[in-house]
């Protein structure tokens, strides 16, 4: 499950915002000031995304914001009671990814941060991304638990594609004038060659979740089994 830290000095809101991202199916680090919300986070590098109140003791929002950005671009949101805007800019010049004014609702709060985590290509949920696999469309970078999978740019803006919208079938004809474009002429089984060379770089990962869907294309599945 993907980690977030909740900092906040007061006790009721940093537990109200932490049950419902509890049950959503986050968990939760929970730091009473910005000192212990930096120590969280140097010791939990992985974390998916930072709620930072502003007005917190030790260290203020702002500040966290800074040394955490410094050091990481993890999606930060920052939570407090202040609406002026100089506190929104100074929010998001510190490295703010989001800003949000108390009282809140914790339900809009959820969606906020699930649309954070998305617009940062971070959500990851139960599966951890794509069951493991990590796509960087910037960097042409994939990697399996961490590891770099070495692919051909063809091979890469296959599997891209077909992540794009996962269980959905892609027939070798989309696949050929997405990747090949539309002026290739050559022979469409060369989608066929570069899957199965795919599939063998992604080893198990690709045995259970690349299919081949018979007489029509190619997919990516959550279960083999289905």
């Given at each position: 499950?993907?980690?977030?830290?909740?900092?906040?000095?007061?006790?009721l809101i940093r537990s109200?915002?932490?049950?419902?991202?509890?049950?959503?199916?986050?968990?939760?680090?929970?730091?009473?000031?910005?000192?212990?919300?930096?120590?969280?986070?140097?010791?939990?590098?992985?974390?998916?995304?930072?709620?930072?109140?502003?007005?917190?003791?030790?260290?203020?929002?702002?500040?966290?914001?800074?040394?955490?950005?410094?050091?990481?671009?993890?999606?930060?949101?920052?939570?407090?009671?202040?609406?002026?805007?100089?506190?929104?800019?100074?929010?998001?010049?510190?490295?703010?990814?989001?800003?949000?004014?108390?009282?809140?609702?914790?339900?809009?709060?959820?969606?906020?941060?699930?649309?954070?985590?998305?617009?940062?290509?971070?959500?990851k949920s139960e599966k951890?991304?794509?069951?493991?696999?990590?796509?960087?469309?910037?960097?042409?970078?994939?990697?399996?638990?961490?590891?770099k999978i070495d692919l051909?740019?063809?091979?890469?803006?296959?599997?891209?594609?077909?992540?794009?919208?996962?269980?959905?079938?892609?027939?070798?004809?989309?696949?050929?004038?997405?990747?090949?474009?539309?002026?290739?002429?050559?022979?469409?089984?060369?989608?066929?060659?570069?899957?199965?060379?795919?599939?063998?770089?992604?080893?198990?990962?690709?045995?259970?979740?690349?299919?081949?869907?018979?007489?029509?294309?190619?997919?990516?599945?959550?279960?083999?089994?289905?």
């Amino acid at each position: 499950m993907s980690k977030i830290i909740v900092a906040d000095d007061e006790q009721l809101i940093r537990s109200l915002v932490s049950d419902f991202l509890e049950k959503a199916g986050y968990t939760v680090l929970q730091a009473e000031d910005g000192a212990k919300a930096l120590e969280l986070f140097n010791e939990n590098r992985d974390v998916a995304l930072c709620i930072l109140d502003i007005m917190m003791p030790e260290l203020d929002g702002w500040e966290v914001c800074r040394r955490i950005r410094s050091a990481s671009d993890v999606p930060i949101m920052l939570l407090t009671a202040r609406s002026q805007d100089f506190d929104q800019i100074t929010g998001f010049d510190s490295g703010a990814d989001d800003y949000v004014t108390k009282p809140f609702s914790p339900v809009v709060l959820v969606k906020r941060v699930e649309a954070l985590l998305r617009r940062n290509g971070a959500l990851k949920s139960e599966k951890e991304g794509l069951w493991g696999l990590v796509i960087d469309p910037e960097a042409l970078d994939v990697r399996l638990d961490g590891k770099k999978i070495d692919l051909t740019v063809k091979e890469f803006k296959i599997l891209e594609k077909l992540s794009q919208a996962v269980g959905r079938v892609y027939s070798r004809e989309q696949l050929l004038d997405d990747v090949w474009g539309y002026d290739y002429f050559g022979d469409i089984r060369t989608v066929d060659t570069h899957v199965a060379r795919l599939r063998t770089k992604l080893g198990e990962w690709g045995e259970a979740h690349l299919k081949t869907v018979y007489a029509v294309g190619y997919k990516l599945q959550e279960n083999s089994d289905e």
